[in-house]
């Protein structure tokens, strides 16, 4: 089966060596009946677990009636959708799309064609500031703003007009913004970078920042949003509001894809018709899919479970270092793990996680990244971090 994949897929991944045929929750099974802890959750798209039934319910119910329209006409989900997404993040107007990489690139379109329009940047010269360490997706334009060379090399061209300052220093933000910027983005923790917290008090000086500079904060809540650190949006930890907010991943509940930029009315405003848009956006079965994960949030109950069962992962996890571990980052259900230099690769401790019956991955080098559906227990969390323990101290 490995084989035939790799005979027929492009070799764009390096997956691990397992093959997964069916998946209930916090658990995989593998074609031989295997069954794997899932402590990656599809890199945070299964927060809520695999095959929810709740999400699972609401998508056979709309695939019962209608899944596609086209923008062309109005249908019954999309309003619902949009109108019950903003009350979750505390928004005033939502522009569906599919991937997360769109969702970000809309951002992108949106904020230069706001800076054009509103804040009366000359055409053509608008800039964003993003971090270094950034990841927010893989299209041409965002890998033009990339540092990692995995990412860009053989893409170029590139496009022009994105600043690139150290991620977490705040004066280096302050003195890349000038008149011509239209926005900051940033990701609130970044998870591709091996799940790196900024310093207290960055985001809240971003803010400051972009308020200052009267250009606009925008965020991407791709893999951080939803839960994932104990709150609706990771952001909601330092107390700031962005202008726009990139999500995607978890919205589409692990059953479609489904992204969103949502932020101020005003701002997503600037689109009128024909100027952005998408075939497959904000779909019937997307947003049915897409409301029911707005209702399984609405509870509180997964940020309560995130934020409680991630304080019983991080004070497990501060106990493996020194035992095979330099250092553990992250918030909630959410860590990256420095494996100890002189021990395995990131990639040897996955494929040997694989063997203990644990699936999650490598980020770069010896960093693991451990992101458990939030459906996990307690106990089953113990059990994934007993063999992280077993792997990494050995
Ligand atoms: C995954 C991710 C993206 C890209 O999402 P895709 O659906 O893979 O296009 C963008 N930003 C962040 C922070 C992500 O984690």
Redesign the pocket.
Known sequence: MVARDERWSAHNYHPLPVVIHEASGAWVTDVEGRRYLDFLAG???LNFGHRHPALVAAAVEQLGRVTLTSRAFHHDQLGAFCEELAELTGTEMVLLM???????ESAVKVARKWAYEVKGVPEGTASIVVASG??????TT?VSFSDDPDAYTGYGPFTPGFVRVPYGDADALAEAVDGRTAAILL?PI???AGVVVPPEGYLAAARRIADDAGCLLVV?????GLARTGTTLALEHDGVTADLT?L??ALGGGIV?V?AVVGRADVLGVLRPGQHGSTFGGNPLACAVGRAVVALLRTGEMQERSATLGKHLHGRLAGLVGRGVDEVRGRGLWAGIDISPGGLSGREAAVALVQHGVLCKETHGSTLRIAPTLVVTEDELDQGIDALGEVLGA
């Open positions: 890199y945070s798209a599919n991937s997360g990489a769109e969702a970000v950034n990841f927010h997706g893989r299209t965002i990701e970044q998870g591709e991407d809540e791709i893999q951080s990139a995607g991943k894809a992204s």
